[in-house]
């Protein structure tokens, strides 16, 4: 392998993988996650892959989620987020877009509860122009009037049909019991009164306060070279901003433990929101409680929770649960969908499973099972370069270190039958769980 130039590339992880299908690699062989430096200076993550002519890159600005955005101007970072591709430069927005799908690329922007992502791919043959397109959508976005007025419009037709909408009418119920007066209990699309106030000078602000160099993260898969890749990301990311002023969010646990909130709506299936505080993904116990999940409520018909609610007793077609950590809290939630008339059998049937598990932990059997399925499928989520980039994304972000895919499979296989009794008991508490109704549910008494 040629040498590469230290000013580059200033660490070589080789990983062992198996089933790469779309990078072409054969289960014996291992890949290879470069650390890239730029002239500049921009750090990135690189597995490079000439099989496929594709560049797929995936990037996150650590502190431009929807949490940020100001009080009064919620909604702010996902409108952002889809005026990125609305004209740059020169270029008035249908000029923008023509141009991006006649390059065949593909570019979005999104914005999470704690961070402002982009992802992006290209064909090798027309990552010149693709890349210009990039760097012109983060430093020189024009959001002219006309545009911003149709994503607005856009936006709020949204607002109003979710208005309607069960799940999201319980969803943002939900956090707003257990986060008040928290920036997470703020609905991340806004309201449509916050997004009507939305103009050009917000938007710019944001760019000024949030898409800014030190907060960047950067993660990249296919067919390109260490030493261009450090050339495109001083192209793309050189000129931004060293640093803003993103302002910040506070520690918070949930609050509303064990309370119970009905929304009456006149619909023949209620919807139901549980949950309460869980645990963050760098905890030691984090994998540990990810096999928790996989049997309790995260295995689709395999966990217990379909098992007891769906199959033994037909209360609901489905059911789950999910682990859910945030930069500044950590939940653990789920939801089921069920006839008014049999919400309570099928709370009372979740919270006697949350409880069993808290009591008495796994079986063997189970946990054995839960370990194959989770160690077996992960190869899956590595079968094309965007998923790489998107992967390696996640671990820079949740600094999970450059042997975590080396390692990954050793900390679930190294999980106990002890370690789950131990975890569960503290995670697992029926009695804190926090649930919100949309429905008329019959026999459930809301908290006063």
């Given at each position: 392998?040629r040498?590469?130039s230290?000013?580059?590339?200033?660490?070589?992880?080789?990983?062992p993988?198996?089933?790469?299908?779309?990078?072409?690699?054969?289960?014996?062989?291992?890949?290879?996650?470069?650390?890239?430096?730029?002239?500049?200076?921009?750090?990135?993550?690189?597995?490079?892959?000439?099989?496929?002519?594709?560049?797929?890159?995936?990037?996150?600005?650590?502190?431009?989620?929807t949490?940020?955005?100001p009080?009064?101007?919620?909604g702010?970072?996902?409108?952002?987020?889809?005026?990125?591709?609305?004209g740059?430069?020169?270029?008035?927005?249908?000029?923008?877009?023509?141009?991006?799908?006649?390059?065949?690329?593909?570019l979005?922007?999104?914005?999470?509860?704690?961070?402002?992502?982009?992802?992006?791919?290209?064909?090798?043959?027309?990552?010149?122009?693709?890349?210009?397109?990039?760097?012109?959508?983060?430093?020189?976005?024009?959001?002219?009037?006309?545009?911003?007025?149709?994503?607005?419009?856009?936006?709020i037709?949204?607002?109003?049909?979710?208005?309607?909408?069960?799940?999201s009418?319980?969803?943002?119920?939900?956090?707003k019991?257990?986060?008040?007066?928290?920036?997470?209990?703020?609905?991340?699309?806004?309201?449509?009164?916050?997004?009507?106030?939305?103009?050009?000078?917000?938007?710019?602000?944001?760019?000024?306060?949030?898409v800014?160099?030190?907060?960047?993260?950067?993660?990249?898969?296919?067919?390109?070279?260490?030493?261009?890749?450090?050339?495109?990301?001083?192209?793309v990311?050189?000129t931004?901003?060293?640093?803003?002023?993103?302002?910040?969010?506070?520690?918070?646990?949930?609050?509303?433990?064990?309370?119970?909130?009905?929304?009456?709506r006149?619909?023949?299936?209620?919807?139901v929101?549980?949950?309460?505080?869980?645990?963050?993904?760098?905890?030691?116990?984090?994998?540990?409680?990810?096999?928790?999940?996989r049997?309790?409520?995260?295995?689709?018909?395999?966990?217990?929770?379909?098992?007891?609610?769906?199959?033994?007793?037909?209360?609901?077609?489905?059911?789950?649960?999910?682990?859910?950590?945030?930069?500044?809290?950590?939940?653990?939630?789920?939801?089921?969908?069920?006839?008014n008339?049999?919400?309570?059998?099928?709370?009372k049937?979740?919270?006697?499973?949350?409880?069993?598990?808290?009591?008495?932990?796994?079986?063997?059997?189970?946990?054995?099972?839960?370990?194959?399925y989770?160690?077996?499928s992960?190869p899956?989520?590595?079968?094309?370069?965007?998923?790489?980039?998107?992967?390696?994304?996640?671990?820079?972000?949740?600094?999970?270190?450059?042997?975590?895919?080396?390692?990954?499979?050793?900390?679930?296989?190294?999980?106990?039958?002890?370690?789950?009794?131990?975890?569960?008991?503290?995670?697992?508490?029926?009695?804190?769980?926090?649930?919100?109704?949309?429905?008329?549910?019959?026999?459930?008494?809301?908290?006063?």
């Amino acid at each position: 392998m040629r040498k590469l130039s230290p000013k580059l590339v200033s660490g070589i992880l080789m990983l062992p993988l198996i089933g790469l299908f779309g990078l072409g690699i054969m289960p014996s062989q291992a890949i290879e996650i470069k650390e890239v430096r730029s002239p500049g200076g921009i750090k990135a993550w690189l597995v490079q892959d000439k099989s496929v002519p594709v560049i797929s890159m995936n990037f996150a600005f650590k502190t431009g989620g929807t949490a940020f955005d100001p009080t009064g101007k919620e909604g702010l970072a996902r409108m952002v987020a889809a005026m990125l591709d609305e004209g740059a430069g020169d270029l008035k927005s249908q000029q923008f877009q023509t141009q991006l799908q006649d390059t065949a690329a593909r570019l979005r922007f999104t914005a999470s509860t704690d961070k402002f992502r982009g992802s992006f791919r290209t064909l090798k043959a027309n990552m010149d122009e693709a890349f210009r397109l990039l760097g012109l959508a983060l430093n020189k976005p024009r959001f002219d009037d006309k545009p911003v007025g149709r994503i607005r419009g856009q936006i709020i037709a949204s607002l109003q049909r979710s208005a309607q909408d069960p799940d999201s009418i319980g969803m943002k119920a939900w956090y707003k019991a257990v986060f008040p007066g928290h920036p997470y209990g703020r609905p991340g699309d806004g309201t449509i009164r916050s997004v009507k106030t939305l103009v050009a000078k917000d938007l710019k602000g944001f760019m000024q306060r949030h898409v800014v160099r030190n907060s960047l993260i950067v993660a990249v898969a296919g067919d390109i070279s260490p030493t261009e890749l450090g050339q495109r990301l001083d192209q793309v990311f050189g000129t931004l901003p060293a640093s803003g002023r993103a302002g910040e969010v506070a520690e918070i646990t949930p609050t509303a433990v064990g309370k119970v909130f009905v929304i009456d709506r006149k619909i023949p299936q209620s919807t139901v929101m549980f949950g309460h505080s869980g645990i963050k993904r760098d905890h030691p116990d984090w994998y540990i409680a990810s096999v928790i999940n996989r049997i309790l409520g995260g295995g689709g018909f395999s966990s217990r929770l379909m098992e007891e609610v769906r199959e033994k007793r037909g209360l609901a077609y489905g059911v789950y649960s999910y682990l859910n950590p945030y930069d500044h809290a950590a939940l653990y939630m789920g939801g089921v969908a069920t006839a008014n008339s049999r919400v309570a059998e099928s709370l009372k049937v979740i919270r006697a499973e949350w409880k069993k598990m808290a009591d008495h932990g796994v079986t063997a059997k189970e946990l054995a099972g839960a370990k194959t399925y989770i160690n077996g499928s992960f190869p899956l989520r590595l079968d094309s370069t965007r998923r790489i980039a998107s992967l390696l994304l996640a671990v820079q972000i949740n600094n999970l270190g450059k042997d975590y895919l080396d390692k990954r499979s050793s900390l679930i296989n190294a999980v106990t039958l002890a370690d789950i009794k131990r975890v569960a008991k503290k995670l697992l508490r029926p009695k804190a769980l926090t649930v919100v109704i949309v429905g008329q549910p019959k026999g459930i008494k809301p908290t006063p």
